[in-house]
């Protein structure tokens, strides 16, 4: 088969597909579009089965994913996260924090945007170091408050993005304080400092650089990321398959 009659072949299968299931989107992709107190719009059901397995929209995982396949089909460029790890190891930070530099933002990428410090550390939590989900869950937090001891100053950017009056709320002030007097404090600080805002388009950074930290400091599960037991496996499996009905 040539290129153009693949192309084709792969466009009709995606039609079957879209002709045999209805899907459903979660209420959190319409929360805000819609108001969730009313019923959910549901597609047009009729003679149709409801989604239980791939999204075929989206590229079919392997059966047993890995992070790297996580970062390939279901998380955005990564560029960010891949210039941060660089960045992190230039400064000579230790292996760890070389990893929690790469999944810092994996949550704002790949899942949801609010809290994404907490959903990040919450979905590698299993599989990491402790000092690792550290410093990712209070990055977040941290990067609302300077510490002149690194010379880290409260992000230009911040003020563009959120104005001048914003102030974090009261529950942000507290995470702070426990993070800031917590032993992995330093940790989740100089993930700040090499979290790089600005990217650099000449700087061009493969994810395969950090196969041997993840290989080291990543403890990933023979089953494949999501079907594992694991805590956060219901997490992964979500990305993997966002619109499966149940
Ligand atoms: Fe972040
Ligand atoms: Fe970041």
Same mark, same amino acid.
């Given at each position: 088969?040539?290129?153009?009659?693949?192309?084709?072949?792969?466009?009709?299968?995606?039609?079957?597909?879209?002709?045999?299931?209805?899907?459903?989107?979660?209420?959190?992709?319409?929360?805000?579009?819609?108001?969730?107190?009313?019923?959910?719009?549901?597609?047009?059901?009729?003679?149709?089965?409801?989604?239980?397995?791939?999204?075929?929209?989206?590229?079919?995982?392997?059966?047993? /994913?890995?992070?790297?396949?996580?970062?390939? =089909?279901?998380?955005?460029?990564?560029?960010?996260?891949?210039? $941060? &790890? +660089? *960045?992190?190891?230039?400064?000579?930070?230790?292996?760890?924090?070389?990893?929690?530099?790469?999944?810092?933002?994996?949550?704002?990428?790949?899942?949801?945007?609010?809290?994404?410090?907490?959903?990040?550390?919450?979905?590698?939590?299993?599989?990491?170091?402790?000092?690792?989900?550290?410093?990712?869950?209070?990055?977040?937090?941290?990067?609302?408050?300077?510490?002149?001891?690194?010379?880290?100053?409260?992000?230009?950017?911040?003020?563009?993005?959120?104005?001048?009056?914003?102030? /974090?709320?009261?529950?942000?002030?507290?995470? =702070?304080?426990?993070?800031?007097?917590?032993?992995?404090?330093? $940790? &989740? +600080? *100089?993930?700040?400092?090499?979290?790089?805002?600005?990217?650099?388009?000449?700087?061009?950074?493969?994810?395969?650089?950090?196969?041997?930290?993840?290989?080291?400091?990543?403890?990933?599960?023979?089953?494949?990321?999501?079907?594992?037991?694991?805590?956060?496996?219901?997490?992964?499996?979500?990305?993997?398959?966002?619109?499966?009905?149940?």
């Amino acid at each position: 088969m040539n290129m153009l009659a693949k192309a084709e072949a792969a466009d009709h299968a995606l039609g079957e597909a879209m002709d045999r299931y209805a899907i459903v989107k979660s209420t959190i992709y319409t929360s805000g579009e819609r108001d969730p107190r009313e019923p959910p719009e549901h597609p047009d059901a009729r003679g149709k089965l409801h989604l239980m397995g791939p999204d075929p929209r989206l590229p079919r995982m392997p059966e047993r /994913p890995t992070l790297f396949d996580f970062f390939k =089909y279901r998380f955005g460029p990564s560029i960010h996260l891949l210039q $941060s &790890a +660089r *960045l992190a190891q230039k400064n000579g930070v230790s292996e760890k924090l070389v990893l929690a530099c790469l999944l810092h933002d994996i949550a704002s990428g790949g899942f949801i945007r609010a809290d994404h410090g907490y959903w990040a550390a919450q979905l590698v939590e299993p599989y990491v170091d402790e000092e690792v989900s550290f410093a990712i869950r209070y990055h977040q937090v941290l990067r609302f408050y300077p510490d002149e001891s690194v010379g880290y100053k409260y992000p230009e950017s911040y003020i563009r993005l959120f104005g001048a009056d914003f102030k /974090p709320e009261p529950y942000l002030e507290r995470a =702070y304080q426990y993070a800031r007097n917590h032993k992995y404090y330093m $940790s &989740a +600080r *100089l993930l700040t400092v090499n979290d790089l805002y600005a990217f650099d388009p000449n700087v061009h950074v493969e994810l395969e650089e950090f196969t041997d930290i993840v290989g080291r400091h990543f403890r990933q599960p023979d089953e494949g990321l999501g079907f594992d037991q694991s805590p956060s496996a219901h997490m992964w499996r979500t990305i993997n398959w966002p619109t499966r009905y149940l």
